[in-house]
C-alpha cells in the first residue's frame, strides 16, 4: 500500500508563468505565441496609437526592461488619468501596466489591471483574446482554477475550432488542480495527438493522471519512453522502477535504480542506504559494502550506528570477516542492547581472534537484549576452549544448558571438557609417577 501512495504521488506538476517581451499587439505569458496558440479571430476596427501614448508606452517599456517599475508605472499612469489620451490608448496602457505588475511578481495586481483593460471594450479583438489567456494562467498561479476554467473556456469560444496543443495542455493543467482527472486525461491526451514529438510536461501531466489513478500497467510504457527522451530526469527513472516493483519484476526494477545510480541521480543518505540494501537483497554484497563506506566516508550517507551495523553485514555477506570488524564495533558501542557485540565477536571467531572473540561476547551478555541468549553462551564457551580457559569455558556452556535450544550441545561440550580434563589429569599423574 506504501509503495502504492509513493507511486501516486510522486508526480508534482507545478505551473511556471514566463513573461515575454512586451509588444502593442498583446502578449503572453505562454511559451508559445498568440499566433501559434489559435486561429486570428474576426477583429474590430485596427486602432493605432497616437505619437504621444507611443512615445510613453515605448519610455516604459524601456524602463521595464530595466526593472525600474516605478517610474515604468507612474509614466503609464500619465496615459491613464490624462484627459487628452484617447480610450483605446489608456487600455493599452493598462495592458502593459499588467506586464509590470506581472515582472514584480505581483499577479493579483496584474489581474486588476488585465480585467479593466478587457472590461473597457477598447482593445483590438486579439489582443482582448490573448489577455483572457493570460487571465486564465494568472488565476491558476493564484490558486483560483475555476475562475482559470471559466476563462480559458472563455478563449476557446473565441478562436474557434483550431487552437494550438498547448492550449489543451493548459486545460489539462487546471483539470488536474481541481482533481478532474478524466477531463485531465481528455485534455493531455488531445494535445499529445496534435504533435509528432512529446513535451516532457505533457508527459508529467499524463502520468500524473495515470499513477494518481493507480493505473501502472498503463503508466509503465510510457515511462519507458520518457526515460529514453530524457534520460537526465531522475523523477521518470524513480517513477519507472516504482511501477517495475508493483508489477513484481523486481529485476527490472533494480536495473533501474542501478541506471540512477551511475548516473549519480542517488544524492541522500537515504537514497544511496536504499541502493545499497538492494545490492544486498540481489546478493551482490561487496557492492553494498563500497556503497556505504564511500558514502559515510564522503559524509553522503549519515555515520548512524544502524548504517554502521549494515556495512558491517555487507562485509559479513561478502565473507569480508576482517573488514566487518571496524564498522561492527562503531556499532556496538553506540547501541543499547548487545546484538552487535554479539556479532563482532563472531566475526572475531571467524578469523580465529579468540581473546578478541571472548571479549565481544562477553560484552554482549552484558549489554544484554540477546534474542539468542543461549547461542552466545555457547560460542563464549567455544571460545574459551580456544584458548584453554577450561573452567570459565565450562561455566559458560552451564549458563547455556538453560536454554532448550542449545542445551544438547552445551552439556556435549561440558562432558567433552571433563574428559579431557580427565585425561590431562592422568597424564600429569603418570608423568610424575614414572
Do not use: C
Not at 474576426?42 to 516605478?70: C, D, M, P, W, Y
Not at 490608448?89 to 514584480?104: C, I, N, P, S
Not at 486525461?185 to 514529438?197: D, P
Not at 580465529?352 to 571472548?358: M, N, T, V
Request: proline share 3%.
Amino acid at each position: 500500500m506504501m509503495m502504492r501512495k509513493q507511486i501516486a504521488f510522486a508526480l508534482i506538476v507545478m505551473l511556471g508563468l514566463s513573461l515575454m517581451p512586451v509588444s502593442f499587439q498583446g502578449l503572453s505569458f505562454n511559451e508559445t505565441s498568440a499566433q501559434e496558440r489559435r486561429e486570428k479571430p474576426k477583429t474590430r476596427r485596427s486602432q493605432v496609437l497616437g505619437k504621444s501614448a507611443f512615445q510613453k508606452i515605448e519610455r516604459a517599456q524601456e524602463l521595464l526592461a530595466e526593472r525600474n517599475h516605478a517610474e515604468a508605472l507612474s509614466v503609464l499612469n500619465d496615459i491613464i488619468e490624462g484627459a487628452n489620451f484617447k480610450p483605446f490608448e489608456k487600455a493599452v496602457a493598462r495592458q502593459t501596466m499588467g506586464f509590470v505588475y506581472a515582472d514584480q511578481g505581483d499577479y493579483q495586481k496584474t489581474i486588476d489591471i488585465f480585467e479593466k483593460a478587457i472590461a473597457s471594450g477598447d482593445l483590438d479583438d486579439r489582443v482582448e483574446t490573448d489577455l483572457i489567456y493570460n487571465l486564465a494562467q494568472l488565476n491558476l498561479a493564484e490558486e483560483n482554477p475555476k475562475k482559470a476554467l471559466a476563462l480559458l473556456d472563455e478563449w476557446f469560444a473565441r478562436v474557434g475550432d483550431k487552437p494550438a496543443p498547448d492550449a489543451f495542455a493548459f486545460k489539462a493543467q487546471i483539470h488536474l488542480s481541481l482533481d478532474d482527472y478524466s477531463s485531465a486525461e481528455q485534455s493531455i491526451r488531445t494535445a499529445l495527438s496534435k504533435v509528432q514529438e512529446p513535451k516532457k510536461q505533457w508527459v508529467r501531466i499524463l502520468l500524473a493522471v495515470l499513477l494518481q489513478d493507480e493505473r501502472y500497467k498503463e503508466a509503465r510504457p510510457h515511462l519507458e519512453d520518457a526515460v529514453q527522451r530524457w534520460p537526465g530526469e531522475k523523477s521518470f527513472w524513480q517513477q519507472l522502477s516504482a511501477v517495475y516493483f508493483d508489477a513484481g519484476d523486481e529485476d527490472l526494477a533494480f536495473v533501474t535504480q542501478q541506471a540512477m545510480y551511475i548516473q549519480g541521480m542517488l544524492t541522500t543518505s537515504k537514497e544511496l542506504k536504499r541502493m545499497a540494501q538492494l545490492y544486498l537483497y540481489h546478493d551482490v554484497p561487496i557492492k553494498a559494502a563500497q556503497i556505504l563506506d564511500e558514502g559515510i566516508r564522503s559524509d553522503k550517507i549519515e555515520a548512524s550506528a544502524e548504517n554502521y551495523e549494515l556495512l558491517a553485514n555487507a562485509y559479513m555477506h561478502a565473507r569480508e570477516w576482517e573488514k566487518s570488524i571496524k564498522p561492527l564495533t562503531i556499532a556496538a558501542k553506540q547501541s543499547k542492547e548487545g546484538k552487535l557485540y554479539a556479532q563482532l565477536g563472531q566475526s572475531y571467531l571467524q578469523d580465529e581472534k579468540w581473546k578478541e572473540a571472548e571479549s565481544a561476547l562477553e560484552l554482549a551478555l552484558k549489554k544484554g537484549g540477546l534474542k539468542d541468549e543461549g547461542q552466545t553462551w555457547l560460542l563464549l564457551g567455544i571460545t574459551r576452549t580456544k584458548i584453554d580457559e577450561w573452567e570459565p569455558a565450562i561455566k559458560a556452556f552451564s549458563k547455556a544448558g538453560d536454554f532448550d535450544d542449545v542445551a544438547k550441545d552445551a552439556f556435549r561440550w561440558i562432558r567433552s571438557i571433563e574428559r579431557r580434563l580427565a585425561e590431562m589429569a592422568r597424564l600429569e599423574k603418570e608423568a610424575n609417577n614414572p
